[in-house]
Each structure stands twice: as C-alpha cells, then as structure tokens.
C-alpha cells in the first residue's frame, strides 16, 4: 500500500491481482480492478508514490510508473483493468 500525498489518495495492491484506488480521507474506494499487462494477469509486488506519481513493480519484472490520475481514469472492463 502506498500513498499519493498530492492527489490525496492511498492505491493499495492485493496478491489476487487487485489494484485498488482509495480516497485517503474516506477510505472509499474509488477505482478497483484485477490488474492485465498486455493483456496477461499479473501481480502488483510492490508500491511505491512520490508526490502523484505511483510506482509498481510486478511478479514478472516489470515496472510500471504512472501518474494517480491515470489509474483513477482506468476503465474495469469485465472486472480487469489494463496498465499496458
């Protein structure tokens, strides 16, 4: 779990291939979706954010760095969402 300290919300990566996006004052989530990289399911290991900028490495070695408002705008589509 990591916080986005400028965008005022908390992105959260479960072991399930959840990512979620939380408002950091209510703790409602906001955006929430099992995570796909070209179109495979992968896992988000580790979280990171400096200021709105998120960083998360997956189980298969990939990095990916993205912005908050990215992930907010990211569409579930049959309850996936794809980072790339």
Known sequence: ????????F???A????TLQILDAVSG??????????NGMASIIISLDSRGEIVAMGTIDGRIVISDIKELLDLK???GW????
Do not use: Y
């Open 10 to 12: 908390v992105a959260a």
């Open 14 to 17: 479960f072991l399930d291939s």
């Open 28 to 37: 409602e989530p906001v955006n929430e979706g099992k995570i796909r990289m």
């Open 76 to 78: 579930s589509v049959d």
């Open 81 to 84: 969402i794809d980072l790339v």
């Open 1 to 8: 779990m990591t916080q986005a300290t400028r965008g005022g």
